[in-house]
């Protein structure tokens, strides 16, 4: 298994509340890509106090990982995480 597949394995366990942020943060930390996504990482605190705001990054991660699983890493990389992207 390679490093993006670890890492897409890990989102979608913490997707489904099966292991917490910091999990995914160390399998992230080794890819040299998606430098985006560092964005959904810091902002763990501002979706717990903001309902819109954690729906725009849940739907987001959604599109991310979809974007991945496909193996469209350009889709992926262009995923903001700042509002909704155009991908």
């Known amino acids: ?9 890990q989102l979608k366990r913490y997707q489904s509340g099966d292991c917490p942020l910091s ?3 160390s399998s992230f930390e080794g890819l040299d890509r998606f430098h985006n996504f560092w964005h959904f ?6 979706r717990e106090k903001d309902p819109e705001y954690s729906r725009m990054q ?4 959604e599109k991310f990982i979809r ?11 262009n995923t903001t995480f700042l509002g909704e992207s155009n991908v």
């Open 23 to 25: 999990e995914v943060r």
């Open 58 to 61: 849940n739907n987001e991660l």
């Open 67 to 77: 974007a991945i699983e496909k193996g469209e890493y350009e889709t992926a990389q």
């Open 41 to 46: 990482i810091a902002d763990e605190d501002i």
């Open 1 to 9: 298994m390679d490093d993006i597949d670890i890492f897409l394995s």
